[in-house]
């Protein structure tokens, strides 16, 4: 099992671009959900999935949307990235709101 | 929302050494989890607790769950440098998952 994988790991981006964040998981987890972790933040919820067509909001929703098509991929997009937005996204994945498992990270940088 | 307040920030210590790191909040935790999280890398589970005073030990690290559930612990005796990470805690209320800001924890050799 590959567990949960993110992609790009690295990103630069003009303020202005629109990108999308890949996240897949082969766990058949139910619950996925995308953090963006800062310095002296912590980590903070963006966006949620509880099942496939299923997508809820986060504490830090804005500028980002999410679509969950099928149970494995839950892709971030950002519509029209700003400096704010430059930060560590991590996607996580799992079974009836247990352990959460972490990808590795996708780096953005927005200039 | 739920906010979960981690003591100390930061911790730096010489191998061999005990510590203790907290996780408090002034609301119920559901549940709680302790992550820990090396550079680069995501978060990885350490445990989760659930009962009010329930003691958990995973090797050298010892995790107490407060009798309210308000608090928790962790304590790792005789820390290595394969400790050194960011240390989170984390409830999850409704279908959200409240993170901790971490204790930046690095054992000097």
């Known amino acids: 099992n590959a567990g949960v994988t993110q992609t790009p790991k690295f990103q630069v981006l003009k303020t202005g671009q629109s990108m999308t964040l890949q996240c897949a998981q082969d766990m058949n987890h139910e619950y996925m959900s995308w953090y963006r972790q800062d310095p002296g933040m912590g980590l903070r919820l963006i966006h949620y999935?509880?099942?496939?067509?299923?997508?809820d909001q986060g504490e830090v929703p804005n500028g980002y949307n999410v679509s969950r098509s099928t149970t494995e991929d839950f892709p971030l997009r950002l519509l029209s990235a700003a400096p704010s937005q430059t930060s560590v996204y991590f996607c996580?994945?799992?079974?009836?709101?247990?352990?959460?498992?972490f990808g590795p990270g996708t780096r953005l940088l927005v200039l | 929302t739920q906010l979960l307040e981690q003591s100390p920030q930061f911790l730096s210590i010489q191998e061999g050494e005990n510590l203790t790191v907290y996780c408090n909040s002034s609301?119920?935790?559901?549940?709680l989890q302790w992550y820990r999280q090396e550079p680069g890398e995501g978060p990885v589970l350490l445990v989760t607790v659930v009962t009010g005073g329930e003691v958990k030990k995973l090797k050298r690290l010892t995790f107490q769950f407060g009798d309210a559930r308000k608090d928790s612990s962790l304590h790792i005796t005789a820390a290595q440098p394969g400790d050194t990470g960011l240390y989170l805690c984390a409830d999850n209320t409704g279908n959200q998952f409240y993170f901790g800001t971490g204790t930046s924890l690095t054992v000097i050799p």
């Open positions: 999935s509880v099942g496939a067509g299923i997508t």
């Open positions: 609301s119920v935790f559901s549940s």
């Open positions: 996580a994945s799992s079974a009836h709101l247990g352990a959460q498992y």
